[in-house]
């Protein structure tokens, strides 16, 4: 039987993976209100962000608790510490999505996304929950292999983003700078929650083999 | 006489008031490299930014090192969690005045930057080194209401972004698409180092007041 300190360790990773859920529902559905411009599902990803931030909040008290009652080493530390940076990571994704839903919702009854990237936007929402979803699983399982394989999906991001700037940049670009100004923004909201998302993943790396590869 | 574990944990607060010097040059030039499109001084930016990273190495080096042989507690335990979550705060700050020095980079030998913008970027780069200076004071004195200070400068940084979009998306904008991107991610990079210095400043709190803000 698990004793409760063990107990409170275990529910760390548990709120973890759960924040893992929330975010890739959040970036889901920004995605959508962006390409639907539906005003209601933007609003649900803002309103909604408060629950990231309350388990994220949880988490930094049962560790704050956790350092100065129980004063955890060797790998209870690693994750605790752990714990703490994948948290920061994932509330910051939270807040891309929000970001993402804020632009929907700034230019409804309108979509800001012209019909020649959809289907780019569309690959950049898949590869984003993608990659949480891979960082939610390897957060669970402590599972270092799959952890390693979300750089490569990072890089599929990498070009998509590439290919809306040249969209943007394009001759025949025919609507005129503030879209192209939104485009350049959610373009960097999606790099960036996809940056995160390989940052939580690179903590379970740390978390199971004490090595830190950035 | 200060022991050996309480001298790491004074080196700590030095590396950190280092770093906040070390982003604070990075900005400071890359804001010059931008507004005279000085390929040198970009360049600069973007090799230094290893001095940066090396130092937040040493510093997480020292922490997992001090944790795992000190166990430290109370305000020494604050103390190492508060530099690691400043420490990753500033190494991105670094990387931000990479991201415009790349800018800078990119478009040498023009200026990414018109004429009637330059006074806004300029003042963003002051206001960008205001804060990284008053979040190094507070880092170093341990001053919880300079740390405070730092969010009406934040405000100001919020105007000036404001100010950058509506100069774009004014009809009289003559300089087309692609200057518009590049103010874009310019202006949300100095936004986010702001945001930065703001947390660097919060963590100060949280460090002194045990009290967490954010």
Redesign the interface.
């Known amino acids: 039987m698990r004793d409760a300190y063990h107990e409170e360790l275990d529910a760390l990773t548990d709120k973890l993976v759960e924040m893992t859920r929330l975010v890739r529902s959040a970036i889901s559905r920004a995605t959508i209100a962006l390409l639907d411009a539906d005003l209601q599902l933007a609003e649900s990803v803002i309103s909604r962000d408060a629950e990231v931030n309350a388990i994220f909040e949880e988490i ?1 008290t049962t560790i ?1 608790d956790l ?2 009652r129980q ?1 955890p ?2 790998m209870d ?1 690693r994750l605790v ?1 752990t714990a ?2 994948m948290g ?1 990571d994932l509330e910051r994704m939270g807040d891309l999505a929000v970001h993402v839903a804020k632009v929907a919702r700034l230019r409804h009854p309108d979509s800001a996304i012209p019909a020649e990237i959809r289907s780019t936007i569309l690959e950049m929402g898949q590869i984003a929950e993608n990659l949480v979803t891979k960082a939610g699983s390897s957060v669970a399982a402590r599972d270092v292999d799959s952890a390693m394989e979300l750089e490569q999906d990072d890089d599929a991001m990498d070009r998509l983003h590439r290919r809306l ?1 040249k969209t ?2 394009a001759k025949d ?1 025919s609507h ?3 879209p ?2 939104d485009i ?2 959610i373009g ?1 909201y999606y790099e960036r929650y996809a940056d995160h998302a390989v940052r939580v993943a690179t903590s379970v790396v740390y978390l199971v083999t004490g090595t ?1 590869t950035a």
């Open positions: 930094e704050f350092m100065a004063q080493v060797a530390l510490i703490l940076r920061t700037f943007i940049l670009w005129g700078v503030e192209a100004i350049t923004l960097r830190r």
